[in-house]
T-cell receptor, first 111, second 116 residues
Framework: QKEVEQNSGPLSVPEGAIASLNCTYS??????FFWYRQYSGKSPELIMS????GDKEDGRFTAQLNKASQYVSLLIRDSQPSDSATYLC???????????FGAGTTVTVRA | GAVVSQHPSWVICKSGTSVKIECRSL??????MFWYRQFPKQSLMLMAT?????????EQGVEKDKFLINHASLTLSTLTVTSAHPEDSSFYIC????????????FGPGTRLTVT
């Protein structure tokens, strides 16, 4: 079992719709959870971090964490063509600074 | 957010030569930095953890004699690809955690290496 798994893509959504991205992790002791956005040919950019159960909203992005289910998600509301990118879920176990990354989900927003 | 820079942003070198890539944390100190490699349409692959003032820790399967890492100061880590071959052509990215901020990591812009 991989440490971090993301729903397989690619995910295609129409402009203005909600894009829903899912991520599960295997280590129950994980402490910190992150979503990165990576445009083609660029490096990852941190867009959301979440540490406690529940929802965290930042603009059009909402991260949701459920530690009991070992599940973290990212919702992108009012999707824009500029949101077209690969989204990486990353998890930190809390014992060092190393992150475990999922394989990423590629999102395409259709105009 | 924190800023991490890399230099050069791209480099072309001939097979058999060595290439040095620099990673700098511009507005914070980083005792730890990470080096990743990414091939086209693939996910990030962690190569090694760079530790200021001590030896780097390499992931399984990464040749430490080929990928030399030096972390000489709290703001600079370097990766040297020695005796580069075409199969080393890749996108090399460094990252640094913002200590005291719950393990948030910030990535440099990456270095695209092409070995001819």
């Amino acid at each position: 079992q991989k440490e971090v798994e993301q729903n397989s893509g690619p995910l295609s959504v129409p402009e203005g719709a909600i894009a829903s991205l899912n991520c599960t992790y295997s280590d129950r002791g994980s402490q910190s959870f992150f979503w990165y956005r990576q445009y083609s040919g660029k490096s990852p950019e941190l867009i959301m971090s979440i540490y406690s159960n529940g929802d965290k909203e930042d603009g059009r992005f909402t991260a949701q964490l459920n530690k009991a289910s070992q599940y973290v998600s990212l919702l992108i509301r009012d999707s824009q063509p500029s949101d077209s990118a690969t989204y990486l879920c990353a998890v930190n176990r809390g014992n060092d600074y190393k992150l475990s990354f999922g394989a990423g989900t590629t999102v395409t927003v259709r105009a | 957010g924190a800023v991490v820079s890399q230099h050069p942003s791209w480099v072309i070198c001939k097979s058999g030569t060595s290439v040095k890539i620099e990673c700098r944390s511009l507005d914070f100190q980083a005792t730890t930095m990470f080096w990743y490699r990414q091939f086209p349409k693939q996910s990030l692959m962690l190569m090694a953890t760079s530790n200021e003032g001590s030896k780097a820790t390499y992931e399984q399967g990464v040749e430490k004699d080929k990928f030399l890492i030096n972390h000489a100061s709290l703001t600079l880590s370097t990766l040297t690809v020695t005796s580069a071959h075409p199969e080393d052509s890749s996108f090399y990215i460094c990252s640094a955690p913002l200590q005291g901020h719950s393990y948030e990591q910030y990535f440099g812009p990456g270095t695209r290496l092409t070995v001819t």
